[in-house]
Each structure stands twice: as structure tokens, then as C-alpha cells.
């Protein structure tokens, strides 16, 4: 290289290179001019600087006039148009706004990169920021309807914990909390403009400032969740109607008024020692029962209840020795007619037949004493019993606590129960009472009924001597 000096004007000839006095290198700027190190002239870099600050210029007024338009349909009524334009405007410096017309206008006439905002905003094209607060309201009212505390068991208003949202008229699909809404202007922060289907009246979701509870059936006021803490229920406007609450139903055994149980009979029959002399005995225990607390939802109290009722007893046969029977062995009067003779049996004919309704004589029957104590308990014990039974049903019946002092089964149950005893317990005395009122003596109802035995031996020992051709048979 060399240094001479560069010429002051540019020729057609190819530029000769020198040497610059002060011994640095000259380039020619991007306009022809020549520089001191390869720099930009004074004018380029006006140029330059100028191109720079209009671009970032225009930039930043187009992201405020987008902030704007954001601002303002986020603003659902409650902020002026004017206070939105005018703030976004003054951090701009783009110029005043003017407030009272209800268009969006700026005064960018001196702005020449800058375009002219549009002279309507049209709401139902919005552009809005993903999890917008005020968008998401709708979905807060909604997961808090879905959320409901569940009711208590007594409250006659439970048909509020299946309530279920549903869409908007025109939709067609379930609200999710971070679905775009069309915007409407209401009162701040009041998503008021979406219902929900009636159920037990009218039901809408309304978003409050302050209180931050819940309304509940009895009154009181429940702290709701912290995530929802401005949201409350309100039903028909505000207070549920007072409506009487009488006791709730509890959980039991439903009642059955006029049912009546059958009661059962057990007996012990047993063969005691023979004997001509010792009585053959009936022995009767005082009947059982059992029962337990029932449900009269319609009277709101408890009743007791009769399952079941058992009589016991024990026959105890006591028969005479075997010489006093036709036919000894077995105790029935069906086996070998051993003791009978051609010269007996018309004497044992006659005296079966002749003390059939009474007391026996040298000959008698087993099963004339066997029928003659079944009939003691069949029919006059389990007849004295059995109205007795029904009777106490009727008056256990009557007997009853409201649900109002006993909680539960268990508890009504401590309370009934007493008192059904003594009610079954006194009838069954009644029962016994008549028990033992009735006679024993030969000609009443035991005696005939044992009479059957002795007058179906007596054909038998008469078929007998028939068939063996004795003599008058």
C-alpha cells in the first residue's frame, strides 16, 4: 500500500491509494464519500439513526394500541372507555384521547408511521389473554355449584346437592372453566348472566364482594372454600322460606299396624314310673316373647313390635302297671292283645265302655291317658294362650315414643320394651287364670276326650274274640 494522499473529488479513473498525513487508512462510506477508518460519513449515520427510531417507535405504538383494545373489553361495563384509552395514551405520549365519543380515537396526525385505530370495537371478536380473571368468573360460579357442601340428612331442602349446571342457551357443550364467554357489560366482577334450571325454585349463582358465606337451610353461616371465598349461593334472592321441620324419620324397621303373630307351643312328653294310683300330669310354662322398636313414620314415633311369642310345657304319662291293659306292650294299645281270654273279655268290654267318660276301672287304655293330656295342652292351654296373645298385640299397639326422645332403635327400644313385657306378661296371667278355671273331673272335656281310647280298644277286643269264636261274640 501506499500513502499518498486521497483526492478530494472522485474521478472516473480508478482511485489512486496514499497515505493520509496523520498515517491512517481512508475508505469510502457506503454514499461515495471517503472516511477516516472505514466509518460511516455524518450523513449516513443521520440517516440511520433516523430509520431506527421511527421503527421503534412504530413498534411500541402498535403493542399500547393492542394493550388498549385488550383493556377495554376486559372492562365488563365497570371502566370507562375513556379512563382506558387515556391512561394507555398518556404512557404512549401518542396524544390526547378523546373521551366523550364513544369510538376509540387517538390524534396520531403527527405520527406518520402510526395508523388509525378502527372506529368501532367489536366485542364478540375479542382478543383476550389465556386464564383471564374476569373470563374465568363464570367457571368459579359453576365449580362452586358443583362443589356444594353435601345437605344434612334432615334437611328437607336436599335436593339442592344434585343440582348440575348446564350450557348457556346456544351451546352445546358443558362450561369449562377456561372457556372463552362472550363478553357482556354487567357490574364489576358479577357473573349474572348465565341461569341455571330451576329445582326447588329458581337457583342462580351470584358473585359478592364481601361475606364470603354460604346461606344454609337452618340459617347459619358455613366459611366456604378459600378458593371461592367471594362466592355465594343464593336461592329464590336471598333467604330460604321457613319451613316447618317437624322430627326426621330415623332409620328402622317399618311398623305394621293390626298384623298379628302366631304364636308357637313346644311340649315335652315324658313316661313316668307306672303307677295305680299317681296322676298323670300336665305342666305349663308362661310364654315367651320377643319383639323390637318399629318405625310409625306417620305418628313421627317409635312402636314395639311383637315377632314372635313361644308357650312350653312337659307332659308327664304315668301309666297303670301292665295287667290293667289288653294288650300290655307297647304303650299304644296296638300290640298283642295278650291279657284278653275267652273268658275275660266281655268283662273288659263292659268296663272300658262303662267308665269311658271317667275314671278307670280294673281296665283302662293308653291312649285314653295319653289323649286325656294332649287335650290339657292343645286345647286348653294353647286356647286360653292364644286370645291372650292378640290381645296384647292390641294394647303394646298403643304404647309408643315420639322420635323426638329416642334418637335410634336401641334407643326407643329401652324405653318399649318394659313396658310390652308387662303388658304380655299380664295377659299371659290372664291366660293361666283361665287355664286353671277350667275342670278336671270325670265328664269334662278331658275325660270324653280320652274317652276315644277306651271305646276303640273296647272294638278292638270285641273284633278280637269274634274272630277267635268265643262264646256271645
Known sequence: MSSQAVAPTRTKAAPALTVAPVGLLQRQCDCGQHTLGGSECEECKEKKMTLQRGASRFQFA?????????????????????????????????????????????NLSQKALLTEAPDDI????????????????????????LHMP???????????????PTPAAG???????????????RAPHSFTGFDFPPQNGSMKGEGKGGGGAEKLVDGGNK???KADASAVIDIDGGTLPAAPMGPTTPVGTPWKAGVHIVPTFTVNESEGTRSNTAPATTNVD????????????????????????????RINFVFYTKDHYPAPTPNDDSG???????????????????????????????????????????????GSVKPQVVKAENDIEKVGVGFDAAADAAKAEKILEPKAKKIFNDAMAEAR???????????????????????????????????QKWPGA
Open 62 to 106: 402498535r403493542e399500547g394500541e393492542m394493550n388498549s383494545i385488550m383493556n377495554l373489553q376486559r372492562s365488563i361495563g365497570n371502566q370507562p372507555v375513556g379512563q382506558s384509552s387515556r391512561v394507555n395514551a398518556e404512557e404512549l405520549g401518542v396524544g390526547p384521547v378523546t373521551t366523550s365519543s364513544p369510538r376509540l380515537t387517538r
Open 122 to 145: 367489536q366485542t364478540k371478536l375479542a382478543i383476550s389473554t389465556l386464564q383471564d380473571t374476569y373470563e374465568q368468573g363464570p367457571g368459579r360460579v359453576a365449580h362452586q355449584v
Open 171 to 185: 351451546l352445546s357443550r358443558a362450561i369449562s372453566p377456561l372457556q372463552s364467554w362472550p363478553m357482556v357489560q
Open 336 to 382: 298283642d292283645l295278650s291279657n284278653v281270654t275267652r273268658d275275660n273279655w266281655k268283662g273288659i268290654v263292659t268296663d272300658l265302655e262303662s267308665h269311658k267318660t271317667g275314671s278307670a276301672g280294673d281296665w283302662s287304655a293308653y291312649r285314653r291317658t295319653i289323649l286325656h293330656e294332649r287335650y290339657h295342652w292343645n286345647t286348653e292351654w294353647q
Open 433 to 467: 287364670k283361665t287355664y286353671d278355671a277350667l275342670g278336671d273331673s270325670p265328664g269334662d272335656p278331658p275325660y270324653v276326650a280320652g274317652s276315644a281310647g277306651a271305646v276303640d280298644l273296647a272294638a278292638r277286643v270285641k273284633a278280637h274274640a269274634k274272630t
Open 150 to 164: 353435601k345437605p344434612r340428612q334432615e334437611d328437607p331442602y336436599n335436593g339442592l346437592s344434585s343440582l348440575q
Open 223 to 225: 366459611a366456604v372454600a
Open 286 to 313: 308362661t310364654p315367651t316373647f320377643a319383639g323390637g322398636a318399629a318405625v310409625d313414620a306417620a305418628a313421627s314415633m317409635w312402636r314395639y313390635q311383637l315377632k314372635s311369642a313361644e308357650g312350653k310345657g
